[in-house]
Nanobody, 125 residues
Framework: QQQLVESGGGSVQAGGSLRLSCAAS???????LAWFRQAPGKERKGVAA???????RYAESVKGRFTISKDNGVNTLDLQMNSLKPEDTAMYYC????????????????????WGQGTQVTVSS
């Protein structure tokens, strides 16, 4: 299976913005795509997910601040992150799950079988 490759991470001050992208050409159709994050010493948690037909889910902690989208022209999964907080600091991963698997919990790590290597986001206060 082809890779998922994240980019766009970096360091920013609280209140700032970052945009993450994930090259996902092999997962353009028929997949749930999602962003997860893992802070040091903590479990990996779902941030946002988007289905093949455009259904979207967000974690409560990022609602109103983060926006997930797909750019079918360049086959990327994007995450626009605004009003960043220090608690958003984490390694961010994109992930894919086939839609035929009837994903019941789009923000659950166990639903996803394909993962990128991650990109680090650091938010300073």
């Amino acid at each position: 299976q082809q890779q998922l490759v994240e980019s766009g991470g970096g360091s920013v001050q609280a209140g700032g913005s970052l945009r993450l992208s994930c090259a996902a050409s092999a997962y353009r159709y028929g997949y749930w795509l999602a962003w997860f994050r893992q802070a040091p010493g903590k479990e990996r948690k779902g941030v946002a997910a988007i289905s093949d037909d455009g259904r979207i889910r967000y974690a409560e902690s990022v609602k109103g601040r983060f926006t997930i989208s797909k750019d079918n022209g360049v086959n990327t999964l994007d995450l626009q992150m605004n009003s960043l907080k220090p608690e958003d600091t984490a390694m961010y991963y994109c992930a894919a799950a086939p839609a035929w698997a009837r994903v019941a919990a789009p923000l659950s790590e166990s639903e996803y079988g394909y993962w990128g290597q991650g990109t680090q986001v650091t938010v300073s206060s």
